[in-house]
């Protein structure tokens, strides 16, 4: 017996999660709202001070956060196997290593 599916975009499916829908928005969270950025150079007017990557990118951050909203956190964020804390709000942002669990 085959086993369903749990990420399936088939019309008609009980057991339907729109993956791509999804991607989406963890797109618009992650590199809108809370504006971080991957570009071949530092950004100056970054939030945090940038993080040089292993391909020589440089990861940065710009936030852009809805003036509804107060803030916004991101816990679990991996960066070159360090785990860091994100803390975005209407005054820029932090990013804080924190011990693995």
Request: charged content about 20%; glycine content about 10%.
């Amino acid at each position: 017996v085959k086993a369903p599916s749990l990420f399936s975009e088939k019309r008609g499916s009980d057991r339907t999660a729109f993956v791509t829908g999804a991607g989406g928005a963890m797109n618009t969270v992650l590199y809108g709202f809370a504006g971080l950025r991957l570009d071949d150079r530092p950004l100056a007017a970054s939030a945090f001070p940038p993080i040089r990557l292993k391909n020589g990118g440089w990861l940065s951050c710009r936030p852009s956060l809805p003036k509804e909203w107060r803030s916004l956190t991101i816990d679990g964020l991996t960066v070159l196997g360090r785990a860091y804390v994100l803390k975005v709000s209407q005054n820029g942002a932090t990013l804080n290593a924190v011990e693995r669990r």
